[in-house]
């Protein structure tokens, strides 16, 4: 007599399928986000007023050191739309070259008054805007005396979905130079800001960087 198969059971095969079962109803995932993986911020995503302003650490507090600037520009999808709502996270070393991390072991100087973080939301229209300290160039790997060129992190968050990308600034020396440049390849003058005269009370310089999600002329993401 032929073995017969063993017979599996309908339902949970162990103690943790409970907890892995879904509370809530399924939500579709809009259309704009499945087809170009543009970023769709749940109405929950908010920032704080000051969030904007990584000159000071708080409202209240001296302004770090360096050169104060501004950054503006407009996240659009590969179509050109505006991406509204989109939640930016911005970080950066200090004038000196140091991020406020456990991992940067560079032994720069600290700056007491720089936090190099900050987050804002695009507007209707896909623009942001903030203020940061013109980061120093650090020496990324002594061994070889390779300096990275200084430069913004920016993150763009909504739904399921992070990009992450760098601003460059123009005319810094070691640019070409960068192991991101040289993977960019042409790409790279996208990630770079355009100067412009600064239009603002309380800045030195400002520059325009605008994010393309997706398409032939994206920004290069990490």
Do not use: C
């Amino acid at each position: 007599m032929a073995k017969q198969g063993r017979i599996l059971g309908i339902g949970p095969t162990d103690n943790t399928s409970d907890q892995r079962t879904p509370r809530q109803p399924l939500r579709l995932i809009p259309g704009i986000a499945r087809a170009s993986f543009v970023p769709v911020v749940p109405a929950r995503y908010a920032t704080n007023p000051h969030e904007w302003d990584m000159t000071r650490t708080a409202p209240d507090r001296p302004r770090a050191d360096g050169v104060p600037i501004e950054v503006t520009g407009r996240v659009r999808s590969a179509s050109g739309r505006p991406v509204a709502g989109a939640l930016l996270e911005v970080w950066s070393a200090n004038h000196y070259g140091r991020y406020r991390h456990v991992e940067d072991h560079s032994g720069l100087q600290l700056d007491d008054n720089h936090l190099g973080m900050g987050r804002v939301l695009t507007d209707g229209e896909g623009r942001y805007r903030f203020w940061a300290i013109s980061p120093g160039a650090y020496l990324a790997r002594p061994d070889i005396g390779r300096w990275r060129p200084k430069h913004i992190h920016m993150s763009i968050s909504g739904g399921s979905s992070r990009l992450i990308t760098q601003m460059y600034f123009p005319g810094e020396p070691n640019n070409t130079s960068d192991p991101m440049a040289i993977l960019m390849g042409d790409a790279f003058e996208r990630n770079i800001g355009r100067l412009r005269d600064p239009q603002t009370a309380g800045v030195e310089e400002a520059y325009d960087f605008d994010i393309v999600v997706g398409g032939k002329n994206a920004t290069f993401f990490e």
